[in-house]
C-alpha cells in the first residue's frame, strides 16, 4: 500500500509539473481581431511564419504563386505533372522582394530575364527544387531575427530535455529495470504525455513587441480567410481581383480549397482561374480547390521532380557503400544537405 500511495502522489506531482513546465513555453495570444487584408509588406510565407512559427508545409508553392501574382514569372501547365516557370520581369523588379522569395527564385534560377525553369519529373529539376526548399526555410528562420520579431529563449529547450527522460524512466519502468514494480511506469508515463506537446513549432523562441503584433494581425487575416461568418466576407463583387490577390495566402495557410468555396459561396461562381495560369491543352483550367486539375497538377510536378531527386541520390549512397565507387556514396552527402 505504501508503494501505490507513493506511485499515486508522484503521478500528481508529475502531471503539475509537466502542466506548469509547458505552460512556460506558450506565448499568450495577442487576439485577432479581423483583418482584410494581410500584414503591410509580408509575403505569405512571411505572414504564415510570423503566425506559426513554422515554415508552411506549402511554402514552396505559395512563393511561386505569390512571385506570379506579383507579375514576376507566369506558369505554364504542359501536361499532368509537367509546368514550366518563365521569368517576365526586368532585373530591377525583383530587388525589392522578401529574403524567402529571393531565395527561392535563385534557387531555381529565376530571377534572370527570360529564365525558364521546368518542373518535369527529372533529376535536375529535383535537386533545385530541394535546395528551394531549404533556402526557404532558413531564410524565413534567419528573417525572424534578423528583423527584431524573434527572441531566442534556450531556457525553453529544458522540457524537452524532461520529457525524454520521462520517456527512457518509463521504458525502464515497464522492464522492471531500477524500479520495484511496473506500476512506476504511470507518473513518467502522464509526465511525458502532458509534456509532449512542447515539440510543437515555437519552443524555444518569443515573439518581440514588434512580432506579437504582427502575429495579431496576421492571425486575424487568417480568420477571415478560413471562416465562414458573415463578418468574415469579403467584397469581391468590388474587387474582381481579389481571390487570385490572396490565393497565394491561401495555399501558405493550407487553406486553398476553403478559399476557392469562400469565392464560390460569396459570388454563386466558380473561382477565376489566375491571369499567370496558361495551359497548352485548352481543357485544362485551374482552380485551387481540393482535387482541381491546375493546383493538384503542380503540386504533384513539384513533387514528381523531388521524389525523382532523392531516389537518385538514395541509389547513389547505396552503390557507393558497395566497394570502390565511394565517390558515388558521397554524392549522397549533397541529399542531406536539403
Not at 24 to 42: C, D, M, N
Not at 43 to 54: F, G, N
Request: with cysteine; hydrophobic share 45%.
Amino acid at each position: 500500500m505504501p508503494g501505490v500511495l507513493a506511485v499515486v502522489g508522484l503521478t500528481v506531482l508529475a502531471g503539475a509539473g509537466a502542466v506548469l513546465m509547458y505552460r512556460r513555453t506558450v506565448e499568450p495570444s495577442p487576439g485577432f481581431p479581423l483583418q482584410y487584408a494581410p500584414p503591410p509588406g509580408l509575403s505569405p510565407v512571411q505572414s504564415e511564419y510570423i503566425r506559426t512559427e513554422a515554415v508552411s508545409r506549402n511554402a514552396l508553392t505559395a512563393t511561386l504563386f505569390y512571385l506570379a501574382e506579383r507579375g514576376l514569372i507566369e506558369m505554364h501547365q504542359h501536361g499532368e505533372k509537367k509546368w514550366s516557370i518563365r521569368n517576365v520581369a526586368r532585373a530591377q523588379d525583383w530587388a525589392d522582394l522578401d529574403p524567402a522569395s529571393k531565395a527561392v527564385a535563385s534557387a531555381l534560377k529565376i530571377d534572370r530575364a527570360g529564365a525558364e525553369f521546368k518542373a518535369h519529373g527529372t533529376v535536375s529539376a529535383g535537386k533545385r527544387l530541394s535546395q528551394a526548399k531549404t533556402d526557404l526555410d532558413e531564410a524565413l528562420r534567419a528573417w525572424g531575427f534578423d528583423a527584431g520579431l524573434l527572441v531566442s529563449r534556450p531556457s525553453e529547450h529544458w522540457v524537452r530535455v524532461a520529457n525524454l527522460v520521462a520517456l527512457l524512466c518509463a521504458g525502464l519502468a515497464t522492464l522492471r529495470w531500477i524500479f520495484p514494480a511496473t506500476m512506476w511506469v504511470v507518473p513518467f508515463a502522464v509526465f511525458f504525455v502532458l509534456s509532449a506537446r512542447s515539440w510543437r513549432a515555437g519552443t524555444g523562441t518569443r515573439r518581440t513587441a514588434a512580432g506579437r503584433e504582427l502575429w495579431s494581425h496576421a492571425g486575424g487575416f487568417h480568420r477571415v480567410l478560413v471562416t465562414d461568418s458573415a463578418e468574415a466576407r469579403f467584397d469581391f463583387a468590388a474587387r474582381k481581383d481579389l481571390y487570385t490577390a490572396y490565393l497565394p495566402f491561401a495555399v501558405a495557410a493550407g487553406a486553398a480549397a476553403l478559399w476557392a468555396q469562400k469565392y464560390q459561396a460569396a459570388t454563386g461562381a466558380a473561382a477565376p482561374a489566375p491571369t499567370w495560369y496558361h495551359s497548352s491543352d485548352s481543357g485544362q483550367s485551374f482552380s485551387a480547390g481540393s482535387g482541381s486539375a491546375g493546383f493538384d497538377s503542380f503540386e504533384s510536378a513539384l513533387s514528381s521532380s523531388i521524389g525523382a531527386y532523392t531516389a537518385s541520390q538514395s541509389s547513389s549512397s547505396s552503390s557507393g557503400g558497395g566497394g570502390g565507387g565511394g565517390g558515388g556514396g558521397g554524392g549522397g552527402g549533397g541529399g542531406g544537405s536539403w
